[in-house]
């Protein structure tokens, strides 16, 4: 039996896209043990995936102590895993590979200055272009099994497995339909839209559609969330106290909305993997090709400064480019909300035209 580690420690929705590792590897070797390292915070994306059988949990900070660090490649090592994959490769997961002793050691190439050591047995270059709608992060993960081990009609699409008990799921029974869940802040503040342009957003949904608005955010954004509630018009449209501070939590109750409107992230991901319709406001400085999966114009839409002003970014100087994620605020202001309403207004009739005021 083999014994296979899947390193991914980064965000929710890198996490989830690639859990289609373990559906995959699983039709080449079905009988194979499948673990994956994560942050502690992310896990929830892969609980109940029957082909995960087993998940390591880890905090972020632990990982930065080099001492911490030693201990895990040691507790890696001491598993004796036969193949290693590892996508995002940064320096604490090469330094694993590196020292695991699997015999395959499958990572995605990065242009790392510091250290030049046989991280990988198989080192994987980054496709150029994305030639599927599930999004160029997820081919890229496809491509790590397909360019060692002979994969078959590959599954694309990440899957969230609910339990029984998850399914029955009921707080929002209740409540005016449609519940639209509005994702208004980003998993950071680069990836957040102005506030005043997500109420124009909001006002524009509570005066055009009968239903409630249910706002999603991280636990630690309650302040921030409320500033926004606060600037809202038709506020009893909007329910506050209806909100999960957990993953698993998110998942249920999304797995109960109508649709979700949100800035890019992680919420998005788990949104499709229920296959409920998402619009996606990406931030200026996101690399739309790789994260615009399984976007056909109707279930799932989206926009992109860069779509509707590309020449707004052909100016720019390469230093100016380097600044971008950095503060992309000034750039987010030309994505305005009149910009975002061309294209929300026609997604939110399609699915929405029977709650119309």
């Not at 673990?35 to 994306?45: A, I, M, P």
């Not at 599927?132 to 497995?161: H, Q, T, W």
């Not at 106290?241 to 788990?270: A, Q, W």
């Not at 990406?282 to 860069?306: A, M, R, T």
Request: proline share 5%; hydrophobic share 35%; aromatic share 10%.
């Amino acid at each position: 039996m083999k014994k296979i580690l899947v390193i991914q420690n980064k965000r929710i929705g890198d996490v989830l896209i690639s859990s289609v590792i373990a559906n995959n590897i699983k039709k080449v070797f079905p009988q194979s043990e499948v673990t994956y390292f994560v942050y502690e915070y992310t896990s929830g994306v892969l609980e109940n995936n029957p082909n995960i059988d087993r998940i390591i949990a880890v905090k972020e900070k632990e990982l930065k102590s080099y001492t911490k660090l030693f201990q895990t490649i040691s507790k890696i090592k001491k598993e004796d895993y036969d193949i290693i994959f590892d996508p995002y490769s940064k320096l604490q997961s090469r330094l694993i590979c590196l020292f695991s002793g699997a015999e395959y050691r499958i990572g995605l190439k990065r242009a790392h200055k510091e250290l030049k050591l046989p991280f990988y047995t198989h080192p994987i270059s980054h496709l150029e272009h994305r030639s599927k709608n599930c999004g160029k992060a997820i081919e890229d993960r496809i491509n790590m099994i397909a360019s060692v081990f002979e994969l078959k009609e590959p599954e694309y699409a990440p899957k969230i497995f609910l339990t029984e008990e998850e399914k029955q799921y009921n707080r929002i029974d209740s409540l005016q339909k449609p519940v639209i869940m509005l994702g208004i802040l980003g998993s950071t503040p680069q990836k957040s839209m102005p506030y005043e342009y997500m109420v124009e957003i909001i006002n524009y949904i509570t005066e055009n559609y009968h239903g409630t608005v249910l706002f999603n955010y991280a636990p630690n954004q309650k302040e921030e969330a409320q500033k926004v509630y606060e600037m809202c018009e038709n506020k009893y449209q909007i329910n506050l106290d209806i909100y999960e501070d957990s993953i698993r939590g998110f998942i249920t109750l999304m797995n109960k909305c109508d649709l979700l409107v949100s800035n890019e992230g992680g919420s998005v991901h788990i949104t499709k993997a229920l296959d409920k319709p998402t619009f996606t406001i990406y931030s200026p400085y996101v690399n739309k090709e790789h994260w615009c999966s399984f976007e056909d114009g109707d279930h799932h839409d989206s926009i992109h400064l860069l779509e509707e002003k590309p020449d707004l970014f052909s100016s720019f100087t390469l230093e100016e480019r380097r600044n971008i994620e950095e503060d992309p605020h000034s750039l987010y202001k030309e994505l305005t909300p009149e910009m975002i309403l061309s294209k929300l207004k026609p997604f939110l009739e399609h699915h929405l035209s029977k709650f119309s005021s």
